[in-house]
């Protein structure tokens, strides 16, 4: 029997604590970057309104400053990585959304709120490009999964937070709140500052194979299905409270507890989603995401009861945030010894999806005000862009075979005819 040296264990013990400390570092960055940063402001509107800080139009113009500036974010991100290093960005833009809490607790002007939501969007961007890329690679392939699960679940217990700690802290004032949110902000951001890798230690030298870059056709599709995602997702993450509570006329009170159901969705979707791709591939694991998806986004249009509005808030919040993890491994599946090309490719879905979110914020909202308060049409387009995304991820797996499915098909054929021969 082979024994293995105890340096060896103790090595391999090592690697794997490094790893999953600086997965730890990326939660930490999902959480301030996207979950509070950008998930804390909903709740926050009306005291900012009834505080009379600001109207209700330039309060809303304040939310889409977030969302402009995660597009620069996700677009710049990248590139102002490469002139400083990954880890000192990383920390940089964790400092950023701190400082932005802290500042937004002194209304100067509508400018200065303005430039610090916007410095919050741009952080959360830029950690959204970064952060899990740089991870990952520590992390064995065959845990991947549940480690990107791990990591965007900081997305969802900010979404979470969203809907209890706020309303908690705003007991205390609203000043206070947003201090209260930039000293939780500013222990995330400690507790992730020595955990990142060193600078390269993320980025192996390419292994060097005979595997190809796939097709250009499927990542188009991929960043298409995952740009329809996030239209698909938008009636229920800007209009479900409201849906509640003045659709079906249960009230704000009731709403929000839809909206906690939202959350703790968000909260456990990653890690389900990963561990789901560990065991059946990312591919597959997208697919039945689209699939009950498309369900789960339907379910309000049908004014199916109570329990089923619990399932649809619980499901569309999993996937809200379990399908980053699945689309960040999925580009991982098609790309496998490319590095720098995958790390390239999620910062194009990245900016798909800021692009297709904004965009269906307001085109939801248009055709809302269109058609009268119409919830129906927009559970009904909502499931449509569901289904569209799965129909296109389909015909790409039959169109557009990697270079790899292409050997293997190969490999198959000779197989058969030796074995005929």
């Known amino acids: 029997m082979t024994r293995i040296a105890a340096p060896e264990i103790d090595r391999s013990h090592s690697t794997a604590k490094t790893a999953w400390r600086a997965v730890l570092s990326a939660f930490c960055a999902s959480l301030i970057g996207i979950g509070l940063a950008r998930f804390t402001y909903t709740p926050l509107l009306p005291a900012i309104v009834d505080a009379h800080w600001f ?4 309060a809303a113009y304040l939310g889409a400053a977030n969302l402009s500036g995660y597009l620069a974010g996700a677009l710049l991100g990248r590139p102002m990585a490469a002139r400083i290093s990954i880890v000192s960005m990383l920390r940089i833009m964790m400092l950023a959304a701190t400082a932005a809490f802290f500042a937004c607790a002194f209304p100067i002007d509508f400018a200065w709120f303005f430039a610090w ?12 490009v970064l952060a899990a890329p740089t991870v990952l690679p520590l992390v064995a392939p065959s845990r991947r999964g549940l480690a990107g699960g791990v990591i965007f679940m900081g997305i969802g217990a900010g979404v979470a937070l969203s809907g209890t700690l706020v309303p908690l802290l705003l007991q205390q004032g609203l000043r206070e709140t947003w201090l209260g949110l930039g000293a939780l902000s500013l222990l995330l951001t400690a507790i992730a500052w020595t955990g990142w890798p060193r600078d390269g230690a993320a980025s192996p030298a390419p292994i060097q194979h005979h595997a190809q870059v796939p097709a250009r056709g499927t990542l188009r599709a991929l960043y298409i299905e995952y740009a329809l995602n996030a239209a698909g997702w938008v009636p229920h993450m800007i209009f479900l409270v409201d849906f509640v509570a003045r659709g079906l006329g249960k009230g704000l009170q009731v709403g929000a507890e839809y909206w906690v159901l939202f959350g703790i969705g968000a909260t456990l979707g990653p890690i389900l989603a990963g561990h789901l791709a560990d065991r059946t591939g990312f591919g597959a694991a997208m697919r039945f995401a689209f699939l009950l998806e498309a369900v ?49 490719a999620w910062g194009i879905a990245t900016v798909f999806f800021a692009l297709f979110q904004a965009a269906a914020a307001y085109g939801f909202s248009f055709i809302f005000g269109r058609t009268g308060g119409n919830y129906q049409m927009l559970f009904f387009i909502g499931t449509a862009a569901m289904i569209l995304a799965l129909a296109i991820d389909l015909t790409a797996a039959v169109f557009f075979r990697t270079p790899q499915q292409q050997n293997d098909n190969q490999d198959a054929t000779k197989s058969g005819s030796v074995a005929t021969n």
Do not use: N
């Open 117 to 128: 939501r916007f410095a919050a969007g741009f952080a959360g961007g830029a950690l959204m």
């Open 55 to 58: 109207d209700q139009s330039a």
């Open 296 to 344: 789960a986004v339907a379910i309000p249009a049908f004014g199916l009861g109570q329990s089923w509005l619990i399932a649809s808030s619980l499901v569309v919040g999993a996937f809200v945030t379990g399908t980053v993890p699945l689309m960040l491994g999925r580009i991982a599946e098609l790309l496998p010894h490319h590095p720098a090309q995958q790390k390239a």
